[in-house]
């Protein structure tokens, strides 16, 4: 018997400035501050009937590419024990280096 696939929930843990990560920035940045497409606390739902879920609405490619992976082993019931206590949780980031985002994906 297949299961199907689980929901998952996206939150915005932090999103982090330039000048948070790096007293001397490596390379310098076209704009400063914290990722404009987020927001902190912001709250994303992967709850479709796909089997392959869909990037949500105003979600940034980059971000969703970098937790993808994720996502999908949280909706196919896997778990990541091997980094978390808690079952059904993991934490994530996207690739930006200079501001970077920090993602909480939950299977619901």
């Known amino acids: 018997m297949v299961k199907r696939a689980s929901n998952v929930k996206i939150t915005v843990l932090r999103r982090f400035s330039t000048e948070e990560v790096f007293k001397d920035p490596p390379v310098k940045a076209m704009y400063s501050g914290p990722c404009p497409i987020f927001e902190d606390g912001q709250v994303f739902h992967i709850v479709d009937e796909d089997e392959l879920p ?15 992976w994720g996502v ?31 993602f909480k994906l939950e299977r619901t």
């Open 54 to 68: 869909q990037m949500p609405k105003g979600f940034c490619p980059y971000a969703w590419d970098a937790i993808f």
């Open 72 to 102: 999908i082993t949280l909706r196919s019931n896997g778990d990541f024990l091997e980094w978390y206590d808690e079952p059904g949780v993991a934490v994530w980031c996207c690739p930006d280096g200079l501001r970077p985002v920090v």
